[in-house]
């Protein structure tokens, strides 16, 4: 058995259907990618680029200053939801703040301010609400000044 196979032909039509389809395709990609970034960050690093970089330098000088203080901090989150803060070289009655953010943005800033217990750990006045945060602490003593950002989650 011979049978006979006839094709039809390759045309412009069936070229520029392929070309729609694949642009179409790459389009409505796109198109979702950027809405689902827009969604999950607002890309605000500093509110005016200009002005922080006139402030760089300084910030410079600071983070020198606080590294020679020679302060370390551990922080993690209890069971309860509140942080601990472990602190090493840090004169005993240091005043400890900290901002919590969220990494993209989604939670409002929490602003926590740590007591000393009896064990003489550091702990947040209120507990931190569940997910990935962004702390960043402010810790003050004997008229030295200490910043740092520590990734709890």
Do not use: C
């Amino acid at each position: 058995m011979n049978a006979q196979h006839t094709s039809k032909p390759f045309t412009g039509k069936h070229m520029a259907a392929i070309l729609i389809a694949g642009f179409g395709v790459v389009i409505a990609v796109n198109f979702t990618m950027a809405g689902l970034a827009s969604s999950t960050f607002g890309g605000i690093v500093v509110e005016n680029s200009y002005v922080a970089s006139q402030e760089f330098n300084r910030w410079l000088d600071e983070a020198d200053r606080e590294k020679a203080l020679g302060w370390k901090l551990a922080a993690s989150r209890r069971a309860d939801g509140r942080v601990a803060a472990r602190l090493g070289g840090v004169p005993r009655y240091a005043t400890i703040t900290a901002e919590a953010r969220h990494p993209l943005g989604r939670v409002g800033d929490v602003r926590l301010v740590f007591v000393r217990d009896a064990a003489g750990a550091y702990v947040s006045d209120k507990p931190l609400p569940a997910g990935r945060w962004t702390l960043r602490f402010d810790i003050e003593a004997e008229g030295k000044t200490w910043r740092g950002e520590r990734a709890i989650s």
